[in-house]
């Protein structure tokens, strides 16, 4: 600040000195002018704030100052009170402990959920709404302090056992302009029904983004059992949109039989039984019923399909806390298998803490053992223990059964075909002390026919492999263990049928099927060696016949032996050796012949490989296994067809028929979703 200035030859002032800027504005009084910029809520302090200028003559001594907004005038209070309701208030944004925002805001949460359940706006009323309820019933309220003493005051004025804030607290009618049926929400449950108990649904209403739609939780211990089948359905409320979707998706000359389609899949729902089997078999159905057309599985395309008409799945442990979150179910079991390969080098589990059942002498289960969660030193489960059967020997040497525990599903099958065994074998004692000395009696008297097998097993081992494989076959032992009801009436219908009698018939089946392998091997061998005599051997074709050899009848084949197979089994077996009888005088007759039975078994290459990606991914579905299995078969009718007629075959058999079941393999197989 200067007393004057004088201008000579350039301008100076005189008598200058600094000034504090704090004296300024207590100087200048009603002489200074106070503007006020972006005012906002501030959680922190509770108060709706600007930014304060102060100017003096056009000078400004002051800027950016922080004050609060609702204390500067009338006016200024009436804009920090609407700023203060719809920025502190509607969204919660307000420290402290308030029991009627506590109770709006719950109330808003689940009508915001209903929107997300329905996936449509306009349930709940508009912000507008809720700022006109506070703004009537708060007076000069503008921040927290002012609410707070608001509050105290109207406490103070209220009656015994009336609620000093009830006239804040909000009702459905307040928060819902439209009020969904029970019918709709019925159809957007919050939980999905499956055999292994009900899994949580959330849902998100978020065109665009990764979680918009439908999302299952599913613990890691329920992984392992539960179908995927089940999720194609996603929810009742969204399947027809799905069913909208898919049939869009449709090739061209597939989906202009079927317009409009809106009217299609209305009536394609009336006929769809939910969640039972796979909805696409279910659609197929439906449309060649409807329209006499017939979509294949390859037809249905999902590349298009919006995201939330595809179930997302969250594997969690017990406490919810997320694992592995995907859109394709298929990729959960390889996570579920890594839980289980750490669970088998013992990372934190409690093996201490799982149930044991010593010395049974009597299978008396209700109800099956079923497996049991693993857990980790968090005690959240990572996974499952499978009940096993166990041999041992007690203090007195005798053979002793018990039922515990074990990680491996492998091993814990393997077992419990052991102890079934052993219990089994209680019961019928005396006829399978006679049926061990027979097999023995087999092997011995049979040994060419073993050893042309290739089983690599010594006399006493084949002896074991041969009753094992009877027992099994007798009693349906397969891995899983039974409940009381199911292991009695087993025992009580080969008692009613005559074990033993069953039991020579299953051992005569398997030493006539090892007679023909060993028959039709002599006659490939001596084929093989005529042919290397003359010079004229195809190698290509004898590994052929080899291979066919080993299918029809392997090393192992003890391991899985069906006694209903074993008659068609031996007729491959025949029209094996007719085909190399045949072959040896016209080997080009047989090449031509071959050629018509190349593309099946390429097929069934093609079914080999894709069996081991689906083991590796999670287990094969029944119907599948089912129409592999029949698939096979027909191939080695159609081979008895081609090149031994004679013999015939056990059912109608052509290449159309082939084709047909080969369609009926890739619709059963092929994965959709």
Known sequence: MAADFVHTSQLFAR?????????????????????????????KSGQVTALEKVTL????????????????????????????????????????????????????????????????????????VLYEFYDQRLGEVYDGFTLSRFLSRKRKQSKPGEQGDGFLWMTEQDL?????????????????TTPQGELRLHYAFHPGQEDDGVTVDIPVSCCPALSPNLFEWMVPGLLEEKVVALLKGL???????????????AQLMDGLDLYQGSLYPALEHLLLRHFQVRVTRA?????????HLRMRFRLCDEQGKLVYCTRNFHELAGHCGSVQQAIRGGQGTKVEDLPERKNIQVWDFAEAPHPLPARDEHNRVTGLYYPALFLGLSKGQEQQLCLTYIADLEQ????????????????????????????????????????????????????????????????QINGDLPDKASFDQVLADLREQGVTKLAREQLNQVLDLLAERRKTQVALTQSKQRASKSRSADMVRFAEYDDLLKGIVSAGFLTDFSSSEAGERKRWLRALAKRVERAEHSPHKDADKAKRVQPFTEQ???????????????????????????????????????????IGTALPISEKRLKEQWQQVEESCRRVE
């Open 299 to 307: 037809d249905w395309q999902l590349d298009n399909l919006p995201l």
């Open 57 to 128: 003559f056009g000078l400004v001594i002051a800027a950016d100052r922080r004050v609060n907004y609702g204390r500067i005038s009338k006016k200024t209070a009436a804009e920090a009170k609407e700023i203060f309701i719809r920025d502190a208030l509607i969204p919660g944004e307000l420290k402290g402990k308030y029991p009627f925002l506590e109770h709006n805001l719950a109330l808003a949460q689940q009508q915001a959920e209903l929107e997300e359940r329905l996936r449509r706006r306009g349930i709940m009323t508009d912000e507008q």
């Open 251 to 265: 090739p061209k000359r597939l989906r202009k039989l079927f317009v409009p389609l809106p009217d299609t899949a």
């Open 176 to 192: 819902c302009q439209s009020q969904p049926e029970s019918d709709e929400l019925y159809r957007f449950p919050k939980t999905l």
């Open 15 to 43: 008598m200058a000195a600094t000034i504090e800027v704090d004296w300024l504005e207590r100087l200048g009084g009603d002489l200074c002018k106070r503007s006020y910029a972006d005012p906002h809520w501030q959680k």
């Open 412 to 475: 814990a099958a393997k077992q419990n075909k052991k102890g079934l065994r052993f219990l089994y074998g209680q019961h019928f004692s005396k006829e399978f002390k006679a049926l061990a000395k027979e097999c023995k009696a087999a092997v011995a008297g049979h040994t060419a026919s073993w050893l042309s097998l290739g089983l690599k097993a010594g006399a006493g081992e084949t002896r074991d492999l041969l009753l094992n494989c009877i027992m099994d076959s007798l009693f």
């Open 604 to 646: 069934l290459r093609q079914l080999e490989r894709k069996e081991a990606e689906q083991k590796a991914g999670g287990s094969i579905a029944a119907p599948c296994r089912e129409a592999v299995t029949q698939y096979r078969r027909m191939v080695e009718e159609f081979r008895i067809s081609v090149f031994a007629p004679e």
